[in-house]
């Protein structure tokens, strides 16, 4: 009954060669969340989506990019991988309304290793 | 959104109650007191949430000081699968609010046999 999925559970990529990591939920959450989290360090916000809306974090590189299609599905690009960016990257949701206070929901995580 | 502080680690007899402090000083009056745990290689899962008001589910219970400023989440029977790093947020519901999280240290607890 696994809510918030996020495939595959790990990935191995070549230096410089796009990946894309996907999300899906079974929440019916309008927000969704993509962190990053290097090793032994706290999850760290690189984007979300409100609906449709795009948010950018102002320190998130422009190497990242995501696409949201549809309410149940989120995906995560990364346009020319470094070395640097290895880690487990986490997707969450959340409902939020007027004045919401609600938990975020998270996923597994896709731990992504970079050759 | 007001920043927390914990101790980096903690030990806990299996079988006994756990008791994490999280100290947030500077929290204001709509600021919301979350904890969420990660097990290893697992991502964070939502524990409980409080504002000012002692809370309490079925994992845990959630003690706010009366000035809010520290509060302390309680595992009442602390087994070896709550090891765990257990991170405190303090973050404020807005309009729209998109609430993101961000996440201190945490504190990592160690549920020893």
Redesign the interface.
């Given at each position: 009954d696994a809510m918030?999925i996020?495939n595959p559970r790990y990935q191995v990529t070549q230096f410089g060669k796009p990946v894309t990591l996907s999300c899906s939920q079974t929440l019916n959450h309008n927000?969704m969340?993509w962190y990053q989290q290097k090793s032994s360090q706290?999850?760290?916000?690189l984007f979300?989506y409100?609906d449709k809306d795009f948010?950018n974090?102002a320190d998130t590189p422009d190497n990242f990019q995501s696409r949201r299609p549809n309410t149940s599905f989120c995906f995560l690009d990364i346009r020319s991988p470094g070395l640097g960016d290895a880690a487990m990257y986490?997707c969450?949701t959340?409902r939020?309304?007027?004045?919401?206070?609600?938990?975020?929901?998270?996923?597994?995580?896709t731990?992504l290793s970079i050759l | 959104d007001a920043k927390t502080t914990q101790p980096p680690s903690m030990d806990c007899a299996e079988g006994r109650a756990a008791n994490l402090p999280c100290n947030h000083s500077t929290i204001s009056g709509n600021e919301?007191v979350?904890w969420y745990r990660q097990i290893h290689?697992?991502?964070?899962?939502?524990i409980i949430?409080g504002?000012k008001n002692n809370e309490t589910n079925e994992m845990a219970s959630l003690i706010i000081t009366e000035d809010r400023k520290s509060s302390t989440l309680i595992l009442p029977h602390a087994t070896l699968r709550d090891t765990a790093v257990y991170?405190c947020i303090v973050?404020a519901?807005?309009?729209?609010?998109?609430?993101?999280?961000?996440?201190?240290?945490?504190t990592t607890l160690q549920v020893k046999p």
């Open positions: 918030v996020q927000v969340y706290a999850p760290k916000l979300h409100y948010n974090e986490l969450a959340s939020a309304d007027g004045y919401s206070n609600q938990p975020q929901h998270f996923g597994d995580g731990r | 919301y979350y290689s697992q991502g964070p899962q939502y949430h504002l991170y973050r519901p807005r309009s729209g609010n998109t609430g993101k999280l961000i996440f201190g240290q945490g």
